[in-house]
């Protein structure tokens, strides 16, 4: 979705008070959620690193946050499977309680999305010996592939 212009004809917002062909103006805030989303996709395109790229992705999504109501943009899975990937790359790991945190879900819908992202292969968990109660969470090697695909690609 890349949008440059800070003019639209009315004709392409319906429902719009003004007269047809009149330029309806952007706010102040759509603008800058514009061009915050067009900024992050030229950053992604041109890095090189793909956990910053993922990083990048991410800040973005947070950013979006602060200007609509998250639950518009309602995509856990792939909130969990982003940060998943930049922790890969970044050589950390993660909780199953903080991924939860992370996805900005409560626990219980991030472990469903968990047992989904699990069953399509996609992620690995592991008991932590050291606590019996932490599970550590993982991308597993069809995980990565999938996203170092899917990072290439947009890469190109």
Not at 51 to 75: H, K, T, V
Not at 92 to 108: E, F, H
Not at 113 to 128: P, Q, T
Request: hydrophobic content about 45%; aromatic content about 6%.
């Amino acid at each position: 979705m890349h949008h440059h212009l800070a003019e639209v004809p009315a004709r392409a917002m319906p429902g719009t008070p003004s007269e047809a062909g009149e330029p309806v103006r952007q706010s102040a805030v759509l603008r800058k959620l514009l061009a915050t989303e067009a900024a992050s996709d030229a950053f992604v395109q041109r890095e090189a690193n793909p956990s910053r790229a993922a990083r990048s992705i991410i800040r973005a999504r947070n950013a979006r946050r602060r200007f609509f109501d998250g639950e518009l943009f309602a995509d856990p899975a792939w909130d969990m499977l982003l940060e998943l990937y930049a922790l890969e790359g970044e050589g950390r790991r993660i909780s199953v309680s903080k991924l939860s945190l992370a996805a900005g879900v409560p626990c219980t819908t991030a472990l469903r999305w968990l047992d989904k992202l699990e069953a399509e292969s996609l992620l690995v968990r592991e008991d932590d010996p050291s606590d019996g109660r932490r599970v550590w969470v993982k991308l597993s090697a069809a995980g990565i592939t999938a996203m170092d695909s899917f990072f290439r690609q947009i890469a190109a």
